[in-house]
């Protein structure tokens, strides 16, 4: 398998990652009218899909142990189990996380909800992992706690008529954060020990993992929406357009990319798992990019609320930068 060493291409590896689950949500936003649960059936394909497109090609050249089909047929039944419960946790933190995007909007439900689970993520990764040097990985984090802040206040004066739905997106992606920062550890567990699960082999079983969790949990909230809206069934999957299902394939594809790159990353020793997840979650700052300048999420908010976005980027501009050289330096 492809396994990156040098920490510059493990560097580039984290922000391909970033990049990419900072956009995947874009695809959500090109089906207006969609309801995000049916959307995240095709979602999940894709995640499927692409976790063995990367298996079969970057996880499978060269061969060695943790080559994709080797180590699959090598890995014990507990690394298995570590990777399909971060698939299931997962799933349920990226359903709170598609319902907040649907009611609050990329440039609030990222940094809210992904901006947490990079606190979580990252304390927990750190005591099973330690690596890099703790006082920039540490308060790099505490910079990304005061851009969240930033962020929640920002949104609160944009809100001005609908306190009751803004209350509840802000609910949502905090509940969605705390659970985002709690899989990545389970793929930590994953992929660590004997008889463990390589980087490209971990994303197959947690793909896996998220899609047997999807059954159960999307159709629930297909009868009972978070959102508010109305109940949707099967028979609206199949009636809706053939565009919106290829977004849909799309997003989990660029998600699940992004996963593997992370994954990769994490797998390299200079780096370890506290470090590539932080740097991954910068993906908070890609999306409220996207939210902010393209879809103008921000546009008729008051002069007050737009003068604490500059803020919000600065916070989490620096906070990453600490922890992108935690690394390295020594503990």
């Given at each position: 398998?492809?396994?990156?060493?040098?920490?510059?291409?493990?560097?580039?590896?984290?922000?391909g990652s970033m990049l990419c689950w900072g956009s995947w949500a874009n695809t959500m936003k090109l089906t207006p009218g969609w309801a995000f649960q049916l959307f995240y059936w095709d979602y999940v394909i894709g995640i499927i899909a692409a976790s063995l497109l990367w298996g079969l090609t970057l996880g499978s050249i060269g061969g060695g142990e943790l080559s994709f089909l080797t180590n699959i047929g090598t890995a014990d039944a507990t690394h298995i189990i570590f990777a399909l419960l971060g698939g299931a946790?997962?799933?349920?933190?990226?359903?709170?996380?598609?319902?907040?995007?649907?009611?609050?909007?990329?440039?609030?439900?990222?940094?809210?909800g992904i901006g947490l689970a990079?606190?979580?993520?990252?304390?927990?990764?750190?005591?099973?992992?330690?690596?890099?040097?703790p006082l920039l990985l540490f308060g790099g984090v505490l910079l990304v706690v005061l851009a969240i802040v930033v962020d929640a206040l920002a949104y609160r004066r944009r809100e001005t008529t609908q306190k009751t739905l803004s209350a509840r997106g802000i609910q949502i992606s905090l509940a969605c954060g705390v659970l985002m920062g709690v899989f990545y550890p389970l793929v930590a567990k994953a992929i660590t020990g004997n008889h463990s699960l390589g980087p490209y082999s971990v994303a197959f079983f947690f793909a896996l993992g998220?899609?047997?969790?999807?059954?159960?949990?999307?159709?629930?909230?297909?009868?009972?929406p978070l959102t508010g809206g109305q109940p949707v069934s099967m028979a609206d999957y199949g009636k809706g357009?053939?565009?919106?299902?290829?977004?849909?394939?799309l997003g989990g594809m660029i998600w699940c990319t992004g996963a593997v790159l992370n994954f990769v990353a994490s797998h390299a020793h200079i780096i370890g798992p506290a470090v590539s997840y932080a740097i991954g979650q910068g993906a908070t700052m890609i999306s409220a990019i996207?939210?902010?300048?393209v879809w103008k999420e921000f546009a008729s908010a008051p002069p007050g609320a737009r003068k604490l976005i500059p803020l919000m980027f600065l916070f989490f501009l620096v906070g990453l930068g600490a922890v992108a050289v935690a690394p390295v330096f020594p503990r």
């Open positions: 398998m492809y396994q990156p060493e040098a920490y510059a291409i493990a560097l580039l590896f984290m922000i946790v997962f799933n349920v933190a990226n359903l709170l996380l598609v319902a907040a995007i649907d009611i609050a909007g990329l440039a609030v439900a990222f940094p809210i990079l606190v979580v993520g990252v304390l927990l990764n750190y005591f099973i992992a330690p690596q890099g040097s998220t899609a047997v969790c999807a059954v159960p949990v999307n159709y629930f909230l297909m009868r009972r357009r053939a565009a919106w299902h290829g977004w849909g394939i996207w939210g902010v300048f």
